[in-house]
């Protein structure tokens, strides 16, 4: 269950406030519906017949949706004054209704950017009894479909965006099945209500693109790996630092060295837990070896030649100086952070 973004009139609209309202809801009028078929469900957009029902699900499932998005049984009717080629609501529909109602879900596809983007975002719920099923996320397809598929049969979308708080693991879950992508961590992104109240939550976006669809579920992530080499310099947290802003492992001599101990294998433990990380990482070095370290990269799986290196020049690789016998503060850090990775762009 994801919140759909949308914007609306104060409930004390300006004069250009309703002005706009108009254009919309002539424009929703003339709207050709959009629907699809499946083996369980059946999608169509939103139209005033759907009401009653809807109200009734949403009433229904007000408890399990309230954990994570407002409840607002009336909101449907919202929706459907403001449908155009841009914000559209499909309902998702049982072919076996059960219970009072035949609706599985709602998804709003709204915020969409044209130009040079073509993308859209999703907002979702799901509706008892259904949950668990598997019909949303049929359905939840369908829709994909058709906002993919070029006018005058879908939206012409290119990308696909939906953002889900970290604790919603369910809505997640329905996202990856459909092969949808993490795409970072998004801190105070909506302002929505909880147990504590309501605040700004943190939200992961996910994301999938025309050229990937219909995606693998499940597949896999494919971060970029980054390495960077870090000479150590006592009392900087240098390569902490460095990881914590590139958002990378840090992999330390030292580390290794007080685990394992004074062991002659610890080099090579290093560059194993290089290799082994899918991300790559912070390589935090206390004597750099040019030999060593080029042999030990390679068997990482990186290309020497690319592989930054902060506080040493080994003679291959792009060398980041500093001054040891300064501070480095965190704009500094910062700015080597942004130079590792762009080595990899």
């Known amino acids: 269950m994801i919140h759909a973004t949308t914007s609306a009139c104060s409930p004390t609209p300006s004069r250009s406030c309703c002005v706009a309202d108009r254009s919309v809801h002539d424009v929703s009028r003339s709207l050709a519906p959009l629907a699809a078929t499946?083996?369980?469900?059946w999608v169509h957009t939103a139209q005033q017949s759907d009401l009653a029902a809807y109200q009734v699900a949403v009433q229904q499932s007000a408890a399990r949706i309230g954990q994570w998005n407002p409840v607002n049984p009336a909101d449907l009717q919202w929706h459907l004054e403001r449908q155009t080629e841009d914000h559209r609501t499909f309902l998702i529909h049982a072919m076996d209704a059960a219970g009072s109602h035949g609706i599985v879900g709602k998804v709003n596809v709204t915020n969409v950017v044209r130009g040079r983007f073509q993308n859209g975002v999703i907002g979702y719920d799901s509706y008892d009894p259904y949950v668990g099923t598997g019909l949303f996320a049929e359905g939840l397809r369908l829709v994909i479909d058709l906002a993919f598929a070029e006018a005058p049969r879908g939206m012409g979308l290119h990308r696909i965006e939906?953002?889900?708080?970290?604790g919603n693991s369910p809505s997640s879950g329905v996202l990856r099945s459909l092969g949808f992508r993490r795409e970072g961590y998004v801190q105070h992104m909506l302002w929505l209500p909880g147990a504590d109240g309501s605040q700004w939550r943190d939200h992961i976006p996910h994301a999938v693109t025309r050229e990937e669809w219909p995606a693998a579920p499940y597949a896999a992530q494919r971060w970029p790996r980054i390495a960077l080499l870090v000479k150590e310099i006592p009392g900087t947290h240098l390569g902490a630092r460095l990881a914590e802003e590139s958002g990378l492992p840090l992999l330390s001599e030292g580390i290794v060295e007080?685990?394992?101990?004074?062991q002659s294998g610890t080099g090579a433990a290093l560059w194993a837990l290089l290799g082994s990380s899918p991300v790559g990482g912070v390589v935090e070095l206390r004597d750099p070896q040019p030999a060593l370290a080029f042999e030990g990269?390679?068997?990482a799986g990186f290309?020497?030649?690319r592989v930054p290196q902060v506080g040493c020049s080994l003679g291959f690789g792009v060398s980041l100086p500093i001054d040891p016998g300064r501070p480095v503060d965190d704009r500094s850090v910062a700015h080597l952070a942004l130079?590792?990775?762009a080595a990899f762009a």
């Open 38 to 41: 499946g083996r369980r469900v």
């Open 162 to 166: 939906a953002n889900v708080r970290p």
């Open 258 to 262: 007080r685990e394992l101990g004074a």
């Open 297 to 299: 990269l390679r068997r």
């Open 303 to 305: 290309d020497p030649a």
């Open 339 to 341: 130079r590792a990775r």
